[in-house]
């Protein structure tokens, strides 16, 4: 599975960013018929943390911290893409984003396991927000 992530970018806080992510999955529906995919960051210093995550069936889910201005969705025709728009950015969501893949229907379990739950990764996309 490949992953390729764009859409990061320099801005002030109070923007909006829409990160996207280019995944494999769409394009070959025989091979990845099941999936989950999902959003990290990592801020410089930090661990890796999740933001948001959906599956083959369209089912998302967040982390506690990123519900209200995160939103995950994928696009499947196309585009063949899964994105994340962020809201009302603020200072502190300065950090390289990341998507995720897994070989799984389903995305149950994915907060507790954390990383570890994803076998594919993108390079990522540096977000920075700015005052």
């Known amino acids: 599975i490949q992953l390729m992530e764009s859409g990061g970018g320099s801005v002030r806080s109070g923007g909006s960013l829409r990160l996207s992510c280019a995944a494999s999955v769409f394009e070959d529906r025989t091979r990845y018929p099941t999936y989950c995919l999902a959003w990290f960051r990592q801020a410089p210093g930090e661990e890796r943390s999740g933001v948001a995550a959906?599956?083959?069936?369209?089912?998302?889910?967040y982390l506690e911290s990123a519900k209200g201005r995160f939103t995950v969705s994928q696009d499947r025709t196309a585009r063949n893409t899964l994105s994340l728009q962020i809201d009302s950015l603020k200072v502190e969501d300065t950090a390289t984003y990341y998507c995720?893949?897994?070989?799984?229907?389903?995305?149950?379990?994915?907060?507790?396991?954390?990383?570890?739950?994803?076998?594919?990764w993108g390079q990522g996309t540096q977000v920075t927000v700015s005052e």
């Open positions: 995720a893949a897994a070989h799984s229907r389903y995305c149950n379990g994915w907060v507790v396991v954390g990383a570890r739950f994803f076998h594919y």
């Open positions: 959906i599956d083959s069936d369209d089912q998302s889910t």
